[in-house]
T-cell receptor, first 109, second 113 residues
Framework: KQEVTQIPAALSVPEGENLVLNCSFT??????LQWFRQDPGKGLTSLLL?????REQTSGRLNASLDKSSGRSTLYIAASQPGDSATYLC????????FGKGTRLHILP | EAQVTQNPRYLITVTGKKLTVTCSQN?????MSWYRQDPGLGLRQIYY???????DKGDVPEGYKVSRKEKRNFPLILESPSPNQTSLYFC????????????FGSGTRLTVV
């Protein structure tokens, strides 16, 4: 059974720093890996989708990588801003989509 | 605009009073799914549907029903709500079960008293 783990559970960093969020999954037979952002009490906004045949995807200051063989994905955020404060969720998709519990990110002004 | 629309956004109800949360998508997606999100437990799948008239249980289906009579709609039905169903609910859709990522609705915050 697929399990998805996100480390750390919470992170506070000063504005302007580059940071990395980690996601690991136990079953490498996935179709894709998706990163979402969730603001408190709100819905999930898709940030990046990496297909199983891809190694990384980029959107603006965000870069997500995927290493299926090691069961890992990372989300890199460059030059963090207070508006980046949110919970970031990764989700591995095989026949179902399994979510990690998220990393709560707080960017200090 | 391509989207998944849930209604209502907020709902307070009493134990045992049947309710329906609607979900509609305008992207002609085949796959739709319901999740609940609870503190410390993350997102858990309730039910999903691969296509019209095809539904299946997720990880936490007890106390819920769904139907998929049309491709665009996937309502979540609570026949006899209980306080342990107080949660934040999300509907999601995807072009294919194995495919191209998910689009989520804005969520429904349900409180059962």
């Amino acid at each position: 059974k697929q399990e998805v783990t996100q480390i750390p559970a919470a992170l506070s960093v000063p504005e302007g720093e580059n940071l990395v969020l980690n996601c690991s999954f136990t079953d490498s037979a996935i179709y894709n890996l998706q990163w979402f952002r969730q603001d408190p009490g709100k819905g999930l906004t898709s940030l990046l989708l990496i297909q199983s045949s891809q190694r990384e995807q980029t959107s603006g200051r965000l870069n997500a990588s995927l290493d299926k063989s090691s069961g890992r994905s990372t989300l890199y955020i460059a030059a963090s801003q207070p508006g980046d404060s949110a919970t970031y969720l990764c989700a591995a998709q095989d026949d179902k989509i399994i979510f990690g519990k998220g990393t709560r990110l707080h960017i200090l002004p | 605009e391509a989207q998944v629309t849930q209604n209502p956004r907020y709902l307070i109800t009493v134990t045992g009073k049947k309710l329906t949360v609607t979900c509609s998508q305008n992207m002609n997606h085949e796959y739709m799914s319901w999740y609940r999100q609870d503190p410390g437990l993350g997102l858990r799948q309730i039910y999903y549907s691969m296509n019209v008239e095809v539904t299946d249980k997720g990880d936490v289906p007890e106390g819920y029903k769904v139907s998929r009579k049309e491709k665009r709609n996937f309502p979540l039905i609570l026949e006899s709500p209980s306080p342990n169903q107080t949660s934040l609910y999300f509907c999601a859709s995807s072009p294919l079960a194995g495919g191209n990522g998910y689009t989520f609705g804005s969520g429904t915050r349900l409180t059962v008293v």
